[in-house]
């Protein structure tokens, strides 16, 4: 069946540095790719989004990368500040217009001071 | 506006009570959805209205009921619950539409506590 999974349950990053983030899918027909930010007592939060045509693109101190030979997306935070201590998840719609995303299991990103 | 409201932010209700969840969106967006999410876990899709219409329900229990009266406005109605069903309710909305996917916007959830 279809899975997103994450390589990692948490994370520890000293302020100031980059973050890494890694997620695995399984089904090769995803089409679209979203990275989410959930703070604690909040809803997820969008971050950015890919489509399976592109292998990298680029926000405001993130950047997404996509490998669809091995099925992995990753998100890169630069800079990492306290105010990005959250629950990332990655999730995948996998098929070309379907309204249904299936989330990763997410990562905790603890900023250390 | 990019903002997805929902309504009460806190319910606590027994397990005979009847209540409603309600989700708000101003961004003209067509497809809008219900989520479950348990502590430590990501959100499960329950049910997507597309142009007012259910196009997915995702064999959710039929104590969860949700509406799309218009446009802009979801409700889940809610009957006979469980204490299982305590979580976190997520709504969400997009673009809506064939061919494409689109990034759903989340509201801040309504946390449920059945006892």
């Known amino acids: ?113 | 506006d990019t903002e997805v409201t929902q309504t009460p932010k806190h319910l606590v209700m027994g397990m005979t009570n009847k209540k409603s969840l309600k989700c708000e969106q101003h961004m003209g967006h067509r497809a809008m959805y219900w989520y479950k999410q348990k502590a430590k876990k990501p959100p499960e899709l329950m049910f997507v209205y597309s142009y007012e219409k259910l196009s997915i329900n995702e064999s959710v229990p039929s104590r969860f009921s949700p509406e799309c009266p218009n446009s802009s406005l979801l409700n889940l109605h809610l009957h006979a619950l469980q204490p299982e069903d305590s979580a976190l309710y997520l709504c969400a909305s997009s673009q809506a539409g064939t061919g494409s996917s689109y990034e759903q916007y989340f509201g801040p959830g309504t946390r449920l506590t059945v006892t």
């Open chain 1, 1 to 113: 069946g279809e899975s997103v999974g994450l390589h990692l349950p948490t994370l520890s990053v000293q302020e100031g540095d980059n973050s890494i983030i890694n997620c695995a899918y399984s089904n090769s027909a995803s089409d679209y790719f979203i990275w989410y930010k959930q703070e604690s007592g909040k809803g997820p939060q969008f971050i950015i989004d890919i489509r399976s045509n592109m292998d990298k693109r680029q926000g405001q101190r993130v950047t997404v990368l996509l490998n669809k030979t091995v099925k992995h997306l990753s998100l890169q935070i630069a800079a990492t500040q306290p105010g990005d201590s959250a629950v990332y998840f990655c999730a995948e719609s996998g098929d070309f217009g379907n309204e249904k995303l299936t989330f990763g299991t997410g990562t905790r990103l603890t900023i250390i001071p």
